[in-house]
Structure formats: C-alpha cells, structure tokens
C-alpha cells in the first residue's frame, strides 16, 4: 500500500515456548480502519501492543510513518478494555492527562479539553470521579483522553468489551460519528463480528496456533456508516462470511483449551 | 425516620456514658482511696493541675515527644516504603528484619535502648519512632507494590518518563494505603510515648501516673490517664479523618 501509516512485517511474538502468532504482515491506510478479531488467545491484544510499542515482537517488525517502532510514540494513541482511567483523577484531569505528558501548555490544556469532554458527550461530569459515572461513561472518558492528543493513529484494544449491550452500540455509533468528522488511521480489536464489519474497511482474521493472518475480507460499504448499515442485505453477508471463518476456528479453539 | 433513630443513639451514647460514670464515681466512693478514687475526686484533681498549670506542662512534653517521633516514623517510613517499592533487591534484602520488627512488640525493645543511649529526649523519641514507622512503612510498600499494571501500561502508552509515573501514578495510587499506616502509627505513637516515659527518663503524663501511683495519689493517677485516654480518641478520631480525606475514591472502587 502505498500511503500506509502502519506496516507490520512477518511479525511474531513468544512468550517462553510458547508463539502466540507468527509471520504477521499488515497495512493500514491513513484514513483507514481495520479491524482485527480472531478467536480468544489469538495475539490480537498482544499484536496491538505491539503496534503501539508497548511490547517487543520477537521476531519482525513495525514501522509507523516509515520508522521502525521501539516504544510508544508521539501521535499514537490507544483506548484500552479497561478503560484504564486513574481513579484518583476527575474526568476533567484524566482527559488532561494525555496533553500534559505531551507537554501542552495550560493555556492549550483549558482550551482542549472542555472541547474533547463535549465531543464524547461528557459535559457537565467534568468534576466526576470515574467510580462517580457508569462504565460507558467512563470508555467516553477513555476515548476523550486518547483523542486530546488528536493523534494519527488511534489503537482500540476491545475498547466497548466491558459495557454492556445497549451501551456498546450507542458508543459504536458515536466512534463512527466521530471518525467521520476526522478520519485517521484506526486499528481496532474486536471479538465481536458485528463491530468489526461495522467499523473496519478491512477485516483481518487471525486463526491457528500459533496464530497468523487467515483472511483480509473487504468491507465495502459505504461511509458513514449508520444504524441503516446494519440492516444492508450487504452487512448481512459479510457478517455471515466472517463468521464462516471464524466460528469453525472458536470452535476447534474451544475443544483444545478442553483437551 | 432516619433523625429519630438518630437520636436514639445519640440518647444511648449518653446514657451508657452516664451510667459509667456513675459507677466509677460508687465503686471509687465504696473502696480505699489508695485504690480507687471516685469520678467527683478525679475531676477536682484534674482541675487542680490544670490551674497549677502543671496539667499544661506535663502534656506538652508529652505531645512534644510524641509528636516528634511520630512525624520522624511517617517522613522516614514512607519515602521509604516507595524506595522497597521500587527496588526489588533491596526489598528481598531487607522484607524479613521488616517484618521480624513489625512483629516485635517494641516494647521489648526500651531495656535495650536505654542501655544503648541512656536518659534524655533522644532515646525516647526513638521508641516514639520505632512504634510509629512500621506500620507506615508497611502498608507503603504493600500499598505500592499492588499498583494495578493497567495503570503503569497506560501510563507507559502516554509516553510516560519514570519521573512521571511516580508524580501521576505511584505516588497517588499508594498514598491511601501509606495513610492507613498514618493512622495505625497515630495509635500506636501514643502506646510508644507512654512507655517511654515510663521506662526512660520519666517525663510528661506517663511520669505523672508514675508519680501518682507511687504517692498513693489515685485522683492524681486517673487524671492523667483520663487526659490520656481523651488524648487517644482525639487522635484516633484525626487518624481516621486522614485516611478518609486522602483517599475518596478508594473505598468506592474496592
């Protein structure tokens, strides 16, 4: 690909004997969001950790924008299952917390975050503590946080995995809402088929042990994609081919954790 | 509803309050007053001490005591604490003499302090000091050694220096618990004072129960321990509002 803002080459990674996935290669277009889902024990997290600097590969590599990756890095940032937020901090300041580490200055800082607090819906629970406010409340925070930084590349580790059902699919729509006003470069791990053909323009497989690329399937349809997308006969077929692929694979998973 | 049961409790306290001072004042009324002095004579006594202005003395070299072995125990036991926290060998090095003297009852300690350093405020500030920093020091390093990981990754994937982390993320994650070490040595400071005044050079209210003992002085002896005892629901009290103000957000999210 020609513009590609990440690249991941015949990557792999071991912990002690054990190879999670192997020869792992990767694009993502600048504007681009793909998704990665593969069965549970995949590499999917760890390969986003990866991509984001956060764990060494053991064997091959990532760039982002052409350089090779050693540690997190400017203009990168990540939204986590946990939603990681501090608990000591109010929203407000777990929103800062990105722009300070940054270097922001105050006056940027005052400037920012009302505007980021705002764009995920938050205004008005500024002072909150995050045990103060629910869970998908608290993910709104977590994205607001990462997109203060108004990165180039936005790293999504099953971030809508800890809310529940209704909640998940409003903020579904609001991520896409929002990457609509400003596309960037989106890499997004899912266990869930539906998120990933609603949010990727690309769906990565991941399927074997260890694990490595089994499939890209193409999402074509079109952008912005709303509530009306679900009900495309086209969705319906790309949720039914994904899911061809991947639930053969669960299930064999599932039988070998048993064994 | 809630006020009436409210004052149900309050109107309980009160009783079983008065009724023990009821009590103190018959048995100390019905027994020797070698023994036993009544609540009435007590209060007299306490009275007299602090018009003398002898009551004022005696606890301010008392407080004076405690008060300096006690913030010597929190600015050493806490930094501490971070610094076992931080350095694991150091912590391997050094976890059982740790746990050996927090488990020794330091009294034990004061016949060797005192053939080590004598009479005199040094030595007793440092029974002060042994009492009070081990349990801060303790419930630092276990407080910062059960930092969630997510918190140090996010920490990292924010591009975080080392410097950082500590300022945004150690620091106020282990404070709480440091707080609640606060609190114990605030208890256990005072259980050091009185035994350093008692064993040491006499000084301060452990001298005047001493004295009040020795002369026969009931009255005398159960006023300082009242100011004692006073003294200790106080600084609880304090001890269990400190580890409250620093810490909102632990007890909802535990």
Not at chain 1, 147 to 161: C, H, K, Q, S, W
Not at chain 2, 166 to 185: K, N
């Given at each position: 690909m020609a513009d590609a803002r990440i690249v991941v080459k015949a990557a792999g990674k071991r912990f002690g004997s054990h190879q999670v996935f192997r020869n792992v290669g990767l694009a993502v277009g600048s504007r681009e969001v793909v998704a990665i889902i593969g069965p549970s024990g995949c590499g999917k997290t760890t390969l986003l950790r990866a991509i984001d600097g956060l764990l060494p590969l053991t064997e091959g590599e990532v760039t982002i924008e052409g350089t090779p990756v050693a540690g997190p890095r400017e203009g990168v940032a990540m939204v986590f299952q946990h939603f990681g937020l501090f608990p000591w901090k109010t929203v407000y300041q777990n929103v800062a917390y990105g722009l300070k580490l940054a270097g922001a200055s105050a006056a940027v800082i005052a400037e920012k975050v009302p505007r980021f607090i705002e764009l995920v819906g938050l205004t008005g629970f500024e002072h909150h503590?995050?045990?103060?406010?629910?869970?998908?409340?608290?993910?709104?925070?977590?994205?607001?946080?990462?997109?203060?930084?108004?990165?180039?590349?936005?790293?999504?580790?099953?971030?809508?995995?800890?809310?529940?059902?209704?909640?998940?699919?409003?903020?579904?729509?609001?991520?896409?809402?929002?990457?609509?006003?400003?596309?960037?470069?989106?890499?997004?791990?899912?266990?869930?088929?539906?998120?990933?053909?609603?949010?990727?323009?690309?769906?990565?497989?991941?399927?074997?042990?260890?694990?490595?690329?089994?499939?890209?399937?193409?999402?074509?349809?079109?952008?912005?994609?709303?509530?009306?997308?679900?009900?495309?006969?086209?969705?319906?077929?790309?949720?039914?081919?994904?899911?061809?692929?991947?639930?053969?694979?669960?299930?064999?998973?599932?039988?070998?954790?048993?064994? | 509803m809630r006020t009436a049961r409210r004052w149900l409790e309050a109107g309980t306290v009160a009783a079983s309050l008065a009724l023990g001072a009821v009590v103190w004042e018959v048995a100390g009324r019905l027994t020797s007053g070698a023994f036993w002095a009544p609540l009435s004579t007590t209060l007299a006594s306490l009275g007299t001490l602090a018009a003398s202005g002898a009551l004022v003395r005696y606890a301010?070299?008392?407080?004076?005591?405690?008060?300096?072995?006690?913030?010597?125990?929190?600015?050493?036991?806490?930094?501490?604490?971070?610094?076992?926290?931080?350095?694991?060998?150091?912590?391997?090095?050094?976890?059982?003499?740790?746990?050996?003297?927090?488990?020794?009852?330091?009294?034990?300690?004061?016949?060797?302090?005192?053939?080590?350093?004598?009479?005199?405020f040094t030595p007793k500030v440092l029974v002060v000091f042994l009492f009070a920093v081990f349990p801060v020091l303790y419930n630092t390093v276990e407080g910062a050694r059960s930092i969630r990981p997510e918190l140090v990754e996010v920490a990292h994937a924010f591009?975080?220096?080392?410097?950082?982390?500590?300022?945004?993320?150690?620091?106020?994650?282990?404070?709480?618990?440091?707080?609640?070490?606060?609190?114990?040595?605030?208890?256990?400071?005072?259980?050091?004072?009185?035994?350093?005044?008692?064993?040491?050079?006499?000084?301060?209210?452990?001298?005047?129960?001493?004295?009040?003992?020795?002369?026969?002085?009931?009255?005398?002896?159960?006023?300082?321990?009242?100011?004692?005892?006073?003294?200790?629901?106080?600084?609880?009290?304090?001890?269990?509002?400190?580890?409250?103000?620093?810490?909102?957000?632990?007890?909802?999210?535990?």
């Open positions: 503590y995050p045990y103060q406010i629910s869970g998908g409340m608290q993910q709104r925070c977590g994205l607001a946080r990462a997109l203060a930084i108004e990165p180039r590349v936005l790293l999504m580790d099953e971030p809508f995995g800890a809310v529940d059902a209704q909640t998940r699919e409003i903020l579904q729509f609001e991520l896409l809402r929002i990457w609509d006003m400003k596309p960037t470069t989106m890499v997004f791990v899912t266990h869930s088929i539906d998120e990933a053909v609603l949010m990727g323009d690309r769906i990565v497989v991941l399927k074997g042990r260890p694990a490595s690329v089994h499939e890209v399937i193409a999402v074509d349809l079109a952008r912005p994609r709303t509530r009306a997308t679900l009900a495309e006969p086209r969705f319906v077929e790309l949720r039914e081919r994904v899911w061809g692929t991947l639930m053969a694979e669960a299930r064999k998973a599932e039988f070998d954790v048993t064994q | 301010a070299s008392s407080l004076q005591l405690y008060a300096t072995g006690l913030a010597l125990g929190i600015a050493v036991g806490a930094p501490f604490g971070l610094l076992l926290a931080r350095l694991p060998w150091l912590r391997v090095a050094l976890e059982d003499y740790i746990m050996m003297l927090y488990a020794t009852p330091m009294v034990a300690l004061i016949p060797f302090i005192l053939s080590m350093l004598g009479f005199g591009r975080s220096s080392e410097w950082q982390l500590w300022r945004d993320v150690m620091i106020p994650y282990t404070l709480p618990f440091a707080m609640t070490g606060v609190r114990q040595a605030i208890a256990r400071g005072l259980v050091g004072m009185v035994a350093a005044e008692f064993f040491l050079s006499p000084s301060g209210l452990g001298q005047m129960i001493m004295l009040g003992s020795q002369n026969f002085d009931t009255a005398n002896m159960l006023a300082a321990i009242l100011v004692i005892v006073v003294l200790g629901v106080l600084l609880m009290d304090f001890g269990r509002w400190v580890e409250r103000r620093f810490a909102p957000w632990r007890r909802a999210s535990e």
